[in-house]
């Protein structure tokens, strides 16, 4: 299966295209960040499947853009996926007539799952949108604040030098957010956290859209 995978958040996009890779029978063939490039982009880089994000990068609409694929190409099966809890986004997914509609806080193997069956003339779509991530509440505003560094991919010396903490007090932080949200690992609870919509970082000037 020739995938492409629509997301602007860089951290989400990269995870989905190791998670895709790592299958026997997939291939990720395109990563955007900028859903208005989607319907050329699936056409030229010859998708069977797109992963389309609802908002992403320029305030583009992955919905707008699923439309336009499917007008244009209805045998490119197209997934819509978010992390907001905004049930209306099923029904215009419907309307614009996506394939499937997942929230990211889905687990890995039940996505590869959607995939093939989407692939083989299935559609799912839920019927509730889901919760933030657990422990979400508990933390203190440096403490979101750190967490939102760490979905922008910073590194800790910049977390610290950001925030004006030092390295240690840093560290005592993230012991914090991991007791608080029953995480072992900071990257992994990034990656819940943006997944969910709890965290929504900016995305930099500097971000590009790739493809391969």
């Known amino acids: ?5 629509v997301e602007d958040q860089t951290i989400l996009r990269e995870s989905l295209a190791h998670a895709i890779d790592s299958q026997a029978d997939m291939n990720v063939v395109g990563k955007l960040a900028d859903a208005a490039l989607a319907p050329d982009a699936a056409i030229r880089l010859k998708a069977d499947l797109v992963l389309m994000d609802v908002c992403t990068e320029n305030d583009s609409s992955g919905i707008a853009a699923t439309r336009k694929i499917k007008q244009e190409r209805p045998e490119i099966k197209v997934i819509v996926m978010t992390g907001m809890p905004e049930v209306t986004f099923i029904d215009q997914s419907k309307e614009a007539e996506a394939d499937g509609f997942v929230y990211k806080n889905i687990g890995t193997d039940d996505l590869m799952g959607i995939i093939r069956s989407t692939m083989d003339g299935y559609s799912t779509f839920p019927r509730h949108a889901p919760g933030m991530f657990s422990g979400a509440s508990a ?3 440096i403490e979101m604040e750190i967490l939102r560094l760490v979905c922008k991919t910073k590194t800790r010396k910049e977390i610290a030098s950001a925030l004006y903490l030092s390295e240690g007090t840093l560290k005592r932080h ?4 991991l007791a608080k949200t ?3 690992n900071i990257l992994r609870l990034a990656i ?3 997944a969910s919509g709890a965290v929504v970082p900016t995305i930099r000037a500097d971000d590009r859209t790739d493809s391969n």
């Not at 299966?1 to 995978?5: A, G, K, L, S």
């Not at 993230?174 to 957010?177: F, L, N």
């Open 174 to 177: 993230i012991s914090e957010i």
């Open 182 to 184: 029953g995480y072992d």
């Open 139 to 141: 933390l203190t505003d």
């Open 1 to 5: 299966m020739r995938i492409v995978i």
């Open 192 to 194: 819940h956290a943006v």
